[in-house]
C-alpha cells in the first residue's frame, strides 16, 4: 500500500513550461500592500464574472480561482501580449482585428462553489447582479441552489477539497462535479475528477445515485485522460430540512464528508509531495 502511494507521488510529472508571469503563486487571496481586499463580481444568473484586471490577477495567482471566459485556463490579462493577439483575432471579427489595439477585456468567470466561498469564508467578495444591486450571502445562497440542485452538496465538497489545499476547477469538461489540481493548472494536470453523492439518513439520494453503467463510463473517461476517480459522499443531519435555505446555509458545518477511491492512492500523499 505504501509502495503504490510513493509510486503514485513520485509519477506527478509538472508540464514542460510553466509561463513566468504565472509561476508565483499563493495559497489564498492576501492583502497586497495593505489595500482592502474586497473585489466586485456580477451574477449573470448563471456564472459570476470579474472584470478589473487587478482584482483578475489577485484571484489567478492566489489560489487559482476562475478561468478565462474566453480561453482554456487563464484570460489575455495574466498571459503575454502575443497570447493576447492571438485570442483577439480569434474572438473578434475581421473588420475590428487590429494587432495594434489593446488587450481584449476577457472576464474571470468564478463557478458557483469558489464564488460562494470567496463571499461566505473569505469575506473577499462582493456580488452585484446585473443592475448593479448588491447581493447578500443568504441571497446568493439561495440563488444557486436555484441555478444548481446540487449546490449545498458541491459546497461541502468544495470546502473539504480546500482544506486539503487542492486547487479546484469544475469538472463539467470530464463529466464530474470538479477536478482537482496540484498547485494550479499552470504546473500539472489534474490529478482526479471528483464525483458527489449526497447521502441523507444513511441512504443515497436517488437524485445523486451513480449506477454499474455510470460508473463505468467515468472510469473509461479518467483512464482516457490519465486520471483517477475520487468519490465523494456528502452526509447531511438527520435533521436537516433541506427545502429551508437558512437551515443549510447555519448547518453547514454539520455536513460530513467521506472518501471512496477506486484504486489505492494515497492523494493526500500526492497533494503535499509536490
Not at 489567478?60 to 493576447?84: E, H, I, K, W, Y
Not at 482537482?180 to 439518513?201: C, N, T
Not at 483517477?228 to 427545502?243: C, G, I, N, T
Request: proline fraction near 5%; glycine fraction near 6%; aromatic fraction near 10%.
Amino acid at each position: 500500500m505504501a509502495a503504490k502511494c510513493n509510486l503514485f507521488a513520485f509519477s506527478l510529472k509538472p508540464k514542460k513550461k510553466t509561463p513566468p508571469e504565472l509561476s508565483q503563486t499563493l495559497p489564498l487571496p492576501v492583502p497586497v500592500d495593505g489595500e482592502p481586499l474586497p473585489i466586485e463580481a456580477i451574477f449573470t444568473g448563471y456564472t459570476i464574472d470579474v472584470v478589473n484586471p487587478v482584482d483578475i490577477r489577485l484571484l489567478c495567482l492566489n489560489g487559482g480561482f476562475g478561468q478565462g471566459m474566453l480561453s482554456r485556463a487563464f484570460p489575455v490579462c495574466m498571459t503575454n501580449a502575443r497570447d493576447a493577439t492571438r485570442k483577439r483575432k480569434r474572438h473578434l471579427p475581421a473588420s475590428t482585428q487590429d494587432p495594434s489595439a489593446g488587450m481584449i477585456e476577457e472576464p474571470l468567470c468564478l463557478f458557483l462553489e469558489e464564488a460562494f466561498f470567496l463571499m461566505h469564508v473569505l469575506n473577499i467578495l462582493c456580488l452585484k447582479d446585473t443592475r448593479g444591486n448588491t447581493i447578500s450571502v443568504a441571497q446568493a445562497f439561495a440563488k444557486f441552489r436555484k441555478v444548481k440542485r446540487n449546490f449545498l452538496a458541491c459546497f461541502c465538497a468544495y470546502l473539504y477539497l480546500k482544506s486539503k489545499n487542492w486547487i479546484i476547477k469544475s469538472g463539467i469538461k470530464f463529466g464530474g462535479d470538479f477536478v482537482v489540481y496540484v498547485k494550479g493548472p499552470q504546473f500539472y494536470h489534474a490529478s482526479y475528477i471528483v464525483l458527489i453523492q449526497e447521502v441523507f439518513d444513511g441512504a443515497d439520494m436517488q437524485s445523486s445515485a451513480i449506477d454499474g453503467l455510470d460508473f463505468q463510463g467515468f472510469n473509461r473517461i479518467a483512464e482516457t485522460t490519465g486520471k483517477d476517480l475520487l468519490f465523494l459522499e456528502v452526509h447531511y443531519p438527520s435533521a436537516l430540512d433541506l427545502s429551508d435555505d437558512a437551515a443549510c446555509l447555519e448547518r453547514v458545518k454539520d455536513v460530513h464528508v467521506a472518501e471512496t477511491f477506486t484504486k489505492h492512492h494515497n492523494y493526500l500523499a500526492a497533494r503535499n509531495h509536490a
